[in-house]
Every structure is written in structure tokens, then in C-alpha cells.
């Protein structure tokens, strides 16, 4: 009998929501595997449209969320993630591009001066 061992599929559904003006939800679900294969590690990478820093981080399974914290407000994220096993690194999902929210807003007042109010 021959086995085929290869790396995983790439995670699916990888959706994401900008929950502030410096935090990013993302979930996804788990790529299929065999049970003499399993996903050892979740590879995140990101990166920002402004500054260009890209960044990867390694997230443990049975975890399939995360929430990206310290970014930088009204900015445009480019995010991908991987699975790991034993046998390598899977194909990286399609990019899922989410902007964070403001930071903050101008208001008019009837003075006719602008007011900032920070929202956290």
C-alpha cells in the first residue's frame, strides 16, 4: 500500500471584522486533515498598506481565532493564513483586506469649531 503524504489544504473561510480603530477578529475554519497529519500550527502573516511592515505570527491549534491588537488606526490590513503539519507549510488563503476604524471624528459644532472626540 502506498501513502501519499503531503502538506494541508489551506484553512478555509478566513473572515475578519475591524472590532476598533487598533484591533482586527479574525476566525477561520480548519483545512481537512488526516488524523495521522494534523495541523501542528496556524501561520498568520499581515501587513499594512501604509507602512509595509509585514508581520507573521504562529498560533497553536485547536485555536482558530485571533485578535490582531496594537494596529494602527484607519489603516488598510492585507491578512493570510496557513496551516502546518508535520510535513510542511500549506498554501496561504486569498488576502483578506480589512480597514480599521477611525480613530476619531471631527463634529461641527454651532459655534462653527470642530470638536474631536476619541473613540476607544
Given at each position: 500500500?502506498?501513502?501519499?503524504?503531503?502538506?494541508?489544504?489551506?484553512?478555509?473561510?478566513?473572515?475578519?471584522?475591524?472590532?476598533?480603530?487598533?484591533?482586527?477578529?479574525?476566525?477561520?475554519?480548519?483545512?481537512?486533515?488526516?488524523?495521522?497529519?494534523?495541523?501542528?500550527?496556524?501561520?498568520?502573516?499581515?501587513?499594512?498598506?501604509?507602512?509595509?511592515?509585514?508581520?507573521?505570527?504562529?498560533?497553536?491549534?485547536?485555536?482558530?481565532?485571533?485578535?490582531?491588537?496594537?494596529?494602527?488606526?484607519?489603516?488598510?490590513?492585507?491578512?493570510?493564513?496557513?496551516?502546518?503539519?508535520?510535513?510542511?507549510?500549506?498554501?496561504?488563503?486569498?488576502?483578506?483586506?480589512i480597514r480599521t476604524e477611525e480613530a476619531g471624528e471631527f463634529v461641527t459644532t454651532d459655534?462653527?469649531?470642530?470638536?474631536?472626540?476619541?473613540?476607544?
Amino acid at each position: 500500500m502506498l501513502f501519499i503524504v503531503s502538506v494541508p489544504e489551506q484553512p478555509r473561510n478566513l473572515r475578519g471584522e475591524a472590532v476598533s480603530a487598533t484591533a482586527i477578529q479574525l476566525e477561520w475554519t480548519a483545512p481537512h486533515t488526516v488524523p495521522s497529519n494534523p495541523v501542528t500550527s496556524y501561520e498568520l502573516y499581515y501587513n499594512d498598506s501604509s507602512r509595509r511592515q509585514n508581520v507573521h505570527l504562529t498560533i497553536s491549534p485547536p485555536v482558530n481565532s485571533y485578535l490582531l491588537e496594537d494596529l494602527s488606526p484607519y489603516s488598510m490590513y492585507h491578512i493570510r493564513v496557513s496551516a502546518k503539519t508535520s510535513h510542511g507549510e500549506g498554501p496561504m488563503t486569498a488576502a483578506l483586506n480589512i480597514r480599521t476604524e477611525e480613530a476619531g471624528e471631527f463634529v461641527t459644532t454651532d459655534c462653527g469649531c470642530h470638536v474631536v472626540v476619541i473613540f476607544e
